[in-house]
């Protein structure tokens, strides 16, 4: 068996001994004698996965008591619909939500949420290409906005909020975290809303983390399907129709995981690490470049461009012939892109950073 270093920003890369596990348990589920996937969502043995997996996630982000987490599917671009239609219920008429336009994400954010509201983009970095995070001092919020919603860490463009934002009065601060969630610290009790498509930092594609304050739960808009109006997720426990029982099975072991690594305190160390180690090859010379202002860059989903970029093709040949995978950029910015979360390992890291040197130096 081959295993190579996989720097995709998702669906991602998993911790190897979490595949083992669901490997070793895959025709027998703890003397079930099930596959989880072929469990009942509403029997005994469901129900302690998804209670697990739901308590080891409270306790990793140290979620408050007066949140919900829930487990939908969807996606996180599902999540741009089911925000407004879940949040706009509560604001006045003709409500306003506030958006910081940062990269790709916040922007088809921004697109969706037009569908449902006025839109003020209070502050935007494309006129720069999106190579930093506008500072909160001059961002042009709106007085009783129903909610901001920001995207703390753009996948695409590799920039990564080092602050949580502030909101006055009602406005609820919304924050797409899915391709950083569970890889820093962050005091959840600042946020009304956190989402997060699992494919990048939690486990497979098709199951999105909802953290959601309670005050909140109830008030959708008449039009948001009951399968999507988080009341009703919340009060079934994520069943009121079926969850993505097998995808909430490996994001519990990837959280038992991450437990056993020290939490998520002792995974920011390491990726703080690992996102230095990489930056620091990236600016040795100028044969590569990354063009994100450095207080803004992402630890998590870094792009990088070759000075001479006729040598894109063979740069990722290289990588491939020492297994080094999936290092192409987002086809909407070009370049390259590693994705170095929480299940990619230092020795990843260095292996990237000894094929940069190598290939920088012939
Ligand atoms: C991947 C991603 C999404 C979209 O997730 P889907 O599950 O494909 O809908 C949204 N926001 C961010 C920040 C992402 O990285």
């Known amino acids: 068996m081959t295993r190579i270093y996989n720097f995709s920003a998702g669906p991602a890369v998993l911790p190897q001994p979490v595949l083992e596990q669901a490997a070793a348990e895959m025709l027998d589920w703890h003397g079930s004698g099930m596959s989880v996937m072929e469990m009942s969502h509403r029997g005994p043995e469901f129900i302690s996965i998804y209670r697990e997996a739901e308590a080891d996630l409270r306790e990793l982000l140290r979620v408050p ?14 999540q741009n619909a089911i925000i407004p239609m879940n ?7 003709d409500p306003v939500i506030d958006f910081v336009h940062t990269g790709s994400w916040s922007g088809k954010s921004i697109k969706e949420a037009r569908r449902y509201a006025r839109v003020n983009v209070a502050a935007s970095s494309e006129a720069s290409r999106f190579d930093h995070i506008p500072p909160q001092d001059s961002w042009r919020l709106t007085p009783g906005a129903a909610y901001l919603h920001v995207c703390t860490n753009e996948t695409i463009d590799g920039v990564e909020f080092q602050f949580a934002p502030t909101v006055q009065g009602d406005t609820v601060l919304v924050a797409d975290m899915s391709s950083h969630i569970l890889s820093r610290r962050i005091d959840v009790s600042q946020y009304g809303v956190i989402f997060g498509g699992a494919q990048k930092n939690i486990g497979p594609a098709g199951v999105t983390v909802v953290i959601v304050r309670e005050d909140l739960l109830g008030q959708a808009l008449p039009i948001c399907p009951s399968a999507f109006d988080w009341k009703n997720v919340a009060d079934n426990e994520s069943m009121y129709n079926t969850p993505p029982t097998y995808g909430i099975y490996i994001a519990g072991l990837v959280f038992k995981w991450l437990k056993a690594q020290g939490g998520v305190d002792a995974i920011e160390q390491r990726n703080i690490e690992k996102a230095k180690l990489l930056y620091a090859a990236l600016d040795a010379d100028d044969f590569y470049q990354n063009r994100v202002a450095p207080e803004c860059r992402s630890r998590m989903t870094i792009p990088f461009y070759l000075r001479d970029e006729s040598l894109n093709e063979s740069f990722l040949a290289g990588a491939k012939a020492r297994g080094l995978l999936q290092l192409k950029g ?13 299940a990619m390992p230092i020795e990843g890291v260095q292996a990237l950073v000894d094929y940069l040197n190598e290939f920088a130096g012939r």
């Open 65 to 78: 008591a007066n949140y919900k987490i829930l487990f939908q599917q969807g996606g996180g671009l599902g």
């Open 87 to 93: 949040l706009l219920g509560r604001a006045g008429p």
């Open 330 to 342: 987002h086809k909407s910015v070009g370049g390259m892109r590693a994705s170095i979360y929480n």
